[in-house]
């Protein structure tokens, strides 16, 4: 603890700082996902893409990647520390961004984007692990909810911002300025972060006992139905964001000037339901909010399956209630990956690895294969939001052995960060 006490001392960082930090890290992958959205027609274009759907493929191929990639972070963090993990994969972020600006061919993208994905996990996993270090229970929700509402305005302003690169200069630019975003993260992290892991919880890498962490934070009846409901709800959020672009301007003849403005606009709900969710999750705990917003999100997701026969192409039905969808995930995912995340305060690493490894990579895939259904109406998108946010449902159930808006008592939180 004397170690852990003076490299406070020589990199303090109070609780603010800590949530914007940890949230711009987080948000990278979807800064390098969000971003590509208003230029996959000219990407596609200049690259030689083989049809109209494989377009998506810049995105998915990312996300399917970012969540395999997941797998492995965790366990190095849970015994060498979350600070190197993060700077390696900002370097390889940074670096990978840059090559791609001097592809010239579509199937080489993809390889890049793959590899980006796939080193840059760590993005994703080592900050969760360092808010399971500070942090449990209903506290721990809370922080992720701030943070969650910091790191999701990225998806809100991301398009906009790619779309403003276009305006002046080529698709190759957004990429430029991706690994200027990490480059200027890892600076930050490297010289404000201190290491959180403590020297009781590490952990010895060998595969015994990477596998028996990793089976204990994905099997575990109380985390994973959480985890499931997770992968599950989040899918439909990646077939929204791979499909955007195309159910936008072709099925509902948005002109491409509007896209951005309105696909920030659903995407800005879910800043908002984190900031909320950050209000009341201490009062009502994370169960209790977080199984209301799945009952809640199953009847919208029957009006959008409505909606998608009876208004089709009438975009005034679309809008709100995607907006709703979204919003409503603000009271899901930091409430599920607490929960998920509560029994292993010893192996936050590994339990955040499989964890979100089983999240991302699911919801990738559920995401992917969604978005090439797409039939050029919005029928199949409903029918996923409907679909997978019942089955979330039953997950959960199980996790709860069938008792919904139980709340239950944590110990305060110990704040080992400087405020």
């Keep these: 603890m004397s ?37 996959l027609d ?32 965790g366990s190095y963090a849970d015994r060498y520390g979350r600070r190197p993990i993060l700077l390696f ?9 840059l090559v791609i600006v001097f592809l010239h061919d579509f199937d080489l993208l993809l390889v890049a984007r793959a590899l980006c994905g796939m080193l840059g996990a760590g993005l994703m996993v080592a900050p969760m692990a360092i808010v399971r270090d500070l942090y449990e229970g209903d506290a721990m929700a809370r922080l992720m909810s701030v943070i969650a509402a910091v790191f999701i305005t990225v998806p809100v302003i991301a398009p906009s911002l790619g779309q403003a690169v276009l305006l002046v200069a080529g698709w190759r630019w957004i990429f430029v300025g991706l690994a200027v975003v990490g480059g200027i993260a890892a600076l930050w992290l490297y010289w404000r972060l201190p290491e959180t892991l403590t020297p009781e919880n590490q952990q010895d890498i ?18 994973i139905g959480y985890v499931m409901g997770s992968l599950l709800v989040m899918g439909g959020v990646f077939a929204y964001v791979n499909i955007a672009q195309q159910l936008y301007s072709e099925h509902f ?56 026969y009876f208004q089709p192409g009438d975009i005034r039905w679309f809008l709100p209630l995607t907006a709703i969808n979204l919003g409503l995930l603000g009271f899901l995912g930091a409430n599920f990956g607490s929960i998920a995340m509560q029994p292993f305060a010893q192996i936050a690493g590994a339990a955040s690895s499989v964890q979100m490894f089983f999240r991302m990579f699911g919801a990738a895939m559920l995401g992917m294969l969604i978005g090439l259904a797409y039939d050029g109406t919005a029928q ?3 029918w996923s939001l ?34």
């Design 89 to 97: 994969s900002l370097a390889c972020y940074s670096l990978l961004n």
């Design 3 to 39: 170690g852990q006490a003076s490299l406070h001392d020589s990199l303090p960082v109070g609780k603010r700082e800590l949530i914007v930090l940890l949230a711009l890290l987080m948000s990278l992958n979807a800064l390098a996902i969000d971003a590509m959205i208003p230029a």
């Design 206 to 223: 060998n595969l015994g006992v990477i596998a028996r962490n990793m089976h204990a934070a994905l099997m575990n009846r109380q985390a």
């Design 386 to 419: 409907l679909i997978l946010s019942t089955l979330a449902l039953l997950f959960v159930l199980y996790s709860e052995k069938g008792v919904l808006f139980r709340r239950l008592n944590v110990k305060p939180p110990k704040e080992r960060v400087v405020p």
């Design 380 to 382: 199949p998108f409903a």
């Design 253 to 308: 003849g948005v002109s491409e000037a509007s896209f951005p403005v309105l696909f920030g606009a659903t995407a800005a709900m879910m800043a908002v339901a984190n900031i909320t969710n950050s209000r009341i999750v201490m009062r009502f705990g994370a169960r209790r909010v977080s199984h209301t917003g799945v009952l809640v999100f199953i009847l919208v997701s029957a009006l959008q399956v409505w909606a998608a």
């Design 42 to 73: 000219d990407m596609a274009r200049e690259l030689g893409a083989a049809d109209g759907n494989s377009r998506q493929m810049v995105v998915a191929i990312y996300s399917v990647t970012m969540g395999i990639g997941c797998l492995v972070p």
